[in-house]
């Protein structure tokens, strides 16, 4: 059974950086695209960013492109997230997950994380 789990989150001020952190165990890594999404107060889960298997190509929701950036560790069966330029609107809990096809819409994915909180303050 795939389990995976994110931990990196917290409470920091705009402007600051954090990096997540997604570990799966229980399967062969290599085979999944790894996503972030992202969910705040009240508001439906969002997708934040994609990495293909190898880490050859990402994407990322328009939000974000040129602040955060997805990688992976294939040999440490993690994928990041750094998160810089932070700002009050990036809070919500950020979930990790594994998928086979990839892409922007959740029901694509199938294995996923507990969520980290991150909190942004102004």
């Known amino acids: 059974q795939v389990q995976v789990v994110e931990s990196g989150g917290g409470l920091v001020q705009a402007g600051r950086s954090l990096r997540l952190t997604c570990t799966v165990s229980?399967?062969?890594?290599?085979?999944?695209?790894m996503g972030w999404f992202r969910q705040a107060p009240g508001k439906g889960r969002e997708f934040v960013a994609e990495i293909s298997r190898r880490g050859v190509n990402s994407d990322y929701t328009n939000s974000v492109k040129g602040r955060f950036t997805i990688s992976r560790d294939n040999a440490k069966n993690t994928v990041y997230l750094q998160m810089n330029s932070l700002k009050p609107e990036d809070t919500a809990v950020y979930y990790c997950a594994t998928s086979s096809l990839g892409g922007p819409h959740p029901h694509r994915y199938y294995d996923w994380g507990q969520g980290t909180q991150v909190t942004v303050s102004s």
């Open positions: 229980g399967g062969t890594f290599s085979n999944f695209v």
